[in-house]
């Protein structure tokens, strides 16, 4: 199911939630949704499912708005677990097989015994972990073509952290698409092939993992003394950000790498040095510049 | 399938581009060989747990490049001719790739063309001792 949001805004009072959001998800994408606490992710997943009235904007699924008859074809997974305390965890897989007509109650129970779950506990003695493990294998056997999870692996372990993911890889290989939310930043970069940073309720990057790493590096020179000129490259489009510290320049560039390390020393710079970013580091540059700055100050 | 790849996702380097330099390797190493059937996208994804796109990415890559063919509905195989002709011109890629890093973190710390001819000549009297 292919996704459009387009110009999307929620204000709640004079705070704007999300801001003038516009992202496409491609069919059959895994999309990772990244920002600080507050940046807008929970709110979005709200307004494109209509549990939260949008202020402006539209989102589209396949092309058209939001309808009862997509309702079987979506699922999402909030990061505040909602089910039954009282209920039993077969009980929640059978609540699940009554309510929607695709979904599979076998694989269900495949899926919570995988996760090392007695099907005959309650829900309110199982811990967070858990519960996320039994709303996120009820969401996988639904056979939806669009999964909306937000952090889905919250609470728990690493190994089933990683069980977690590759069933999102198994749902993306089958043609759904999978838009999730993480704080943890490894997972979004291994699992995830675009991303979206969220900042503020505005979109602060959206693109490929891999283009994104493939272009985005930090250019490093050290000139001869403290005054010198950098030939308008600060000017160029291609540099997100210039950090000077004393005889030494760090260049977050955006694309074009070797070209302006050649001109980086065509300027009198001397020990030029390209430097890869991961996905951690390309999220900090897009959501804190003054605080990335710091840190590379400090590792100077 | 007896080739084990692994991708460092933390690494600043695409993860297609990883696939496509580990198969390279393997096909070069004789550890994947001609006719040979690669793991279906899909099982590669879920191997790695990387999204089944980007592994598609980087078959398209190596089809491109002459290592593998896919046959729909058969799936990928390493190709003939690619386990040879294609190989050093993928050795050379990754040879070329390592260098440009030090080699312009050398010039722009002073040394000159023959300093690092000569660092090199070491470097290679070193690996091909019988050569000398």
Same mark, same amino acid.
């Given at each position: 199911m292919?996704?459009?949001?387009?110009?999307?805004?929620?204000r709640?009072g004079?705070?704007?939630?999300v801001?003038d959001?516009?992202v496409?998800?491609p069919t059959g994408?895994i999309?990772?949704?990244?920002g600080?606490?507050?940046?807008?992710?929970?709110t979005?997943?709200?307004c494109m499912l209509?549990?939260?009235?949008?202020s402006?904007g539209?989102v589209?699924?396949?092309?058209s708005?939001?309808?009862?008859?997509?309702?079987?074809?979506i699922?999402y997974?909030p990061?505040?677990d909602?089910?039954?305390d009282w209920m039993?965890?077969?009980e929640?897989v059978?609540?699940n097989?009554?309510?929607?007509?695709r979904?599979k109650?076998?694989?269900?129970?495949?899926?919570?015994a995988?996760?090392?779950?007695d099907?005959?506990?309650r829900?309110?003695?199982?811990?967070k972990?858990?519960?996320?493990?039994?709303a996120v294998?009820?969401?996988f056997?639904?056979?939806a073509?669009?999964?909306?999870?937000?952090?889905?692996t919250?609470?728990?372990?690493?190994?089933?952290?990683?069980h977690?993911?590759?069933l999102m890889?198994?749902?993306?290989?089958?043609?759904a698409?999978?838009?999730?939310?993480?704080?943890q930043?490894?997972?979004?970069?291994r699992?995830?092939?675009?991303i979206?940073?969220l900042?503020?309720g505005?979109?602060?990057?959206?693109?490929s993992?891999?283009d994104?790493?493939a272009?985005r590096?930090?250019?490093?020179a050290?000139?001869?003394?403290?005054?010198?000129?950098l030939n308008g490259?600060?000017g160029?489009?291609?540099?997100?950000?210039?950090?000077?510290?004393g005889?030494i320049v760090?260049v977050v560039?955006?694309d074009?790498?070797?070209?302006?390390?050649?001109?980086?020393e065509?300027?009198?710079g001397t020990?030029v040095?390209v430097?890869?970013?991961?996905?951690?580091d390309i999220?900090?540059?897009a959501v804190?510049?003054a605080?990335?700055?710091a840190?590379?100050?400090?590792?100077? | 399938?007896? /080739?084990?790849? #692994?991708?460092?996702? @933390?690494?600043?380097?695409?993860?297609?581009?990883?696939?496509?330099?580990?198969? !390279?390797r393997?096909?070069a190493?004789?550890?994947?060989q001609?006719?040979?059937?690669?793991?279906?996208?899909?099982q590669?994804?879920?191997d790695?747990?990387?999204?089944p796109?980007?592994?598609a990415?980087a078959?398209r890559?190596?089809?491109r490049?002459? /290592?593998?063919? #896919?046959?729909?509905g @058969?799936?990928s195989?390493?190709?003939?001719?690619?386990?040879?002709s294609?190989v !050093?011109?993928?050795?050379?890629?990754?040879?070329?790739?390592s260098?440009e890093?030090p080699?312009?973190?050398?010039?722009?710390?002073?040394?000159s063309?023959?300093?690092l001819h000569a660092?090199?000549?070491a470097?290679?009297d070193?690996?091909f001792?019988?050569e000398?």
């Amino acid at each position: 199911m292919n996704i459009t949001i387009s110009h999307l805004r929620k204000r709640y009072g004079a705070f704007a939630a999300v801001d003038d959001l516009s992202v496409t998800i491609p069919t059959g994408t895994i999309f990772g949704l990244l920002g600080p606490n507050g940046a807008g992710k929970t709110t979005t997943f709200k307004c494109m499912l209509g549990l939260a009235a949008a202020s402006g904007g539209t989102v589209t699924y396949d092309g058209s708005p939001l309808a009862p008859s997509l309702f079987e074809r979506i699922v999402y997974v909030p990061e505040r677990d909602v089910l039954y305390d009282w209920m039993r965890v077969s009980e929640v897989v059978e609540m699940n097989r009554r309510g929607f007509s695709r979904f599979k109650a076998e694989r269900a129970k495949e899926l919570i015994a995988t996760f090392g779950i007695d099907s005959r506990k309650r829900m309110r003695s199982l811990s967070k972990g858990m519960k996320t493990a039994i709303a996120v294998a009820n969401a996988f056997a639904r056979e939806a073509d669009l999964l909306i999870l937000d952090e889905p692996t919250s609470g728990l372990d690493p190994v089933n952290q990683r069980h977690v993911l590759n069933l999102m890889v198994n749902e993306a290989a089958r043609g759904a698409t999978v838009l999730f939310s993480s704080h943890q930043i490894g997972q979004v970069e291994r699992a995830a092939e675009r991303i979206a940073v969220l900042d503020h309720g505005r979109l602060a990057l959206e693109g490929s993992v891999d283009d994104l790493k493939a272009d985005r590096k930090i250019v490093e020179a050290i000139f001869p003394n403290e005054t010198y000129s950098l030939n308008g490259l600060t000017g160029d489009p291609r540099i997100g950000r210039v950090d000077r510290s004393g005889r030494i320049v760090r260049v977050v560039v955006l694309d074009g790498a070797t070209d302006i390390a050649h001109r980086l020393e065509a300027a009198g710079g001397t020990g030029v040095r390209v430097i890869d970013l991961n996905l951690e580091d390309i999220f900090l540059y897009a959501v804190s510049p003054a605080s990335a700055n710091a840190d590379v100050v400090e590792g100077l | 399938m007896p /080739v084990v790849l #692994t991708v460092d996702s @933390r690494s600043g380097v695409p993860i297609y581009q990883q696939i496509v330099e580990q198969v !390279k390797r393997s096909t070069a190493l004789g550890v994947l060989q001609a006719g040979e059937q690669l793991p279906t996208v899909k099982q590669l994804a879920v191997d790695l747990t990387v999204n089944p796109n980007t592994v598609a990415r980087a078959y398209r890559d190596l089809e491109r490049d002459g /290592v593998i063919e #896919t046959a729909p509905g @058969r799936g990928s195989f390493v190709r003939g001719d690619g386990a040879t002709s294609s190989v !050093k011109a993928a050795a050379s890629d990754v040879a070329r790739r390592s260098l440009e890093g030090p080699v312009r973190e050398a010039k722009s710390m002073g040394l000159s063309r023959e300093d690092l001819h000569a660092i090199v000549s070491a470097v290679l009297d070193r690996w091909f001792p019988e050569e000398r």
